[in-house]
Structure formats: structure tokens, C-alpha cells
Nanobody
């Protein structure tokens, strides 16, 4: 019902910046929140940042002050601006759409985009 496509990953030096994009299409009504997750090798998949339909944002402690999530409802896009990147930010980053049609909820995932930060 919802298709998500991430882009913008790549290789960057520590201290650099990267902007990830996520394009949503399909049945996008009733999406409650858009969320960025990441998963590093041997690690759990962690929530990085989220933004609700009303614009409220949440961030993992590890990225507060460095990452910014934003959205463009007209273009059905969500972005993750990543500044002051550290090697520990290296991971596959996934876009997630959380959709609620009470009493049922759905989660949709993009294919992921690799971010590699070199020291």
C-alpha cells in the first residue's frame, strides 16, 4: 500500500554532512509518523529520528544536536540532515512509515541506504 524509497547515502569523512531523502508513494493517507531507523553490523535496529503528522519530532540521544528530521507533505518526502558525522554513525539507514487505521496499525519500510563515515 505504501512504497518508500531512500536515497542520499554514501561515504563521508568524520565531521562531514549528509542528507538522506525518503520518497513515499501509494496509499499514504492515515500515516501517523515517519521514522528513520539505522542498523550497524552486529547491532540492534535503532530508532534515529521521527516526525509526526503534526510535526512533532523525537531523536535518539546519540544524534541529538547533530541530526534534523523534516518533511514536505506536498512532495510526500521526509529528510534526515546529518551533520558532524562520526564513525559510529556508520549503518544502513531505513525509512519507516507508521500508518494507523484504528484499531489496526501498519509499518512500511524502504530498502535502506548505506552510510559510511570514515575516520
Amino acid at each position: 500500500q505504501v512504497q518508500l524509497v531512500e536515497s542520499g547515502g554514501g561515504l563521508v569523512q568524520a565531521g562531514g554532512s549528509l542528507r538522506l531523502s525518503c520518497a513515499a508513494s501509494g496509499s499514504i493517507s492515515n500515516i501517523n509518523a515517519m521514522v528513520w531507523y539505522r542498523q550497524a553490523p552486529g547491532k540492534q535496529r535503532d530508532m534515529v529520528a521521527s516526525i509526526s503528522i503534526g510535526g512533532s519530532t523525537n531523536y535518539a540521544d546519540s544524534v541529538k544536536g547533530r541530526f534534523t528530521i523534516s518533511r514536505d507533505n506536498v512532495k510526500n518526502m521526509v529528510y534526515l540532515q546529518m551533520n558532524s558525522l562520526k564513525p559510529e554513525d556508520t549503518a544502513v539507514y531505513y525509512c519507516n512509515a507508521h500508518k494507523v487505521v484504528v484499531p489496526v496499525s501498519y509499518d512500511y519500510w524502504g530498502q535502506g541506504t548505506q552510510v559510511t563515515v570514515s575516520s
